[in-house]
């Protein structure tokens, strides 16, 4: 299994980054995907899920409305559009997929910063 993220980088306070995730090394459609994050100098945290089908989708509250998960099956690929950053959405982001055992990413990370 490897996941691989990109698209992070640095932008300003209200703008908007769609991170991806390309997966290999299993069925991508059949297992949901997660989106996680850690920020420095905290704990990782959950972003959010999305089904294997793509129909059904959770995020953590801090996110809703402004964070849309989606996932394109043909291209195993799982992805994160963020709008309205804030300085508070500063973290590396990782994607996850449990595969039997827990799979991430190495990560990209995305800077909210003017």
């Known amino acids: 299994v490897q996941l691989v993220e990109s698209g992070g980088g640095l932008v300003q306070p209200g703008g908007s980054l769609r991170l991806s995730c390309a997966a290999s090394g299993f069925a991508f459609s059949r297992y949901a995907m997660m989106w996680y994050r850690q920020a420095p100098g905290k704990e990782r945290e959950w972003v959010a899920t999305?089904?294997?089908?793509?129909?059904?989708?959770h995020y953590v509250g801090s996110v809703k409305g402004r964070f849309t998960v989606s996932r394109d099956n043909a291209k195993n690929t799982v992805y994160l559009q963020m709008n309205s950053l804030n300085s508070e959405d500063t973290a590396v982001y990782y994607c996850?997929?449990?595969?039997?055992?827990?799979?991430w990413g190495k990560g990209t990370l995305v800077t909210v910063s003017s």
């Open positions: 996850k997929a449990v595969v039997g055992m827990h799979y």
């Open positions: 999305i089904s294997s089908t793509g129909d059904s989708m």
